[in-house]
């Protein structure tokens, strides 16, 4: 292990667990072909497209009832 990495470790021990979960997700991100923040602004499209949708009316809604009952069919 390289020194910098050591005394980024070192460092690192000395922030709070909610810090070194940021940092974490930060360095696991910084992995990935496609960025986070770019996914969760796709998503944040796609949810306002869906429920703009639901809001006009144009997509087909199934009660909780027949979801759960479905669930469990597949999950046997």
């Given at each position: 292990?390289?020194?910098?990495?050591?005394?980024?470790?070192?460092?690192?021990?000395?922030?709070?667990?909610e810090e070194?979960a940021?940092?974490?997700?930060?360095?696991?991100?910084?992995?990935?072909?496609?960025?986070?923040?770019?996914?969760?602004?796709?998503w944040?499209?796609?949810?306002k497209?869906?429920?703009?949708a639901?809001?006009?009316?144009?997509?087909k809604?199934?009660?909780?009832?027949?979801?759960?009952?479905?669930?469990?069919?597949?999950?046997?």
């Amino acid at each position: 292990m390289s020194d910098i990495l050591k005394e980024l470790e070192r460092q690192a021990r000395t922030l709070t667990a909610e810090e070194r979960a940021l940092l974490a997700e930060l360095l696991l991100e910084s992995l990935r072909d496609t960025p986070l923040a770019e996914i969760e602004a796709a998503w944040d499209r796609e949810i306002k497209e869906r429920a703009a949708a639901y809001d006009r009316g144009e997509l087909k809604t199934f009660s909780a009832e027949d979801v759960f009952a479905e669930a469990r069919r597949l999950a046997r």
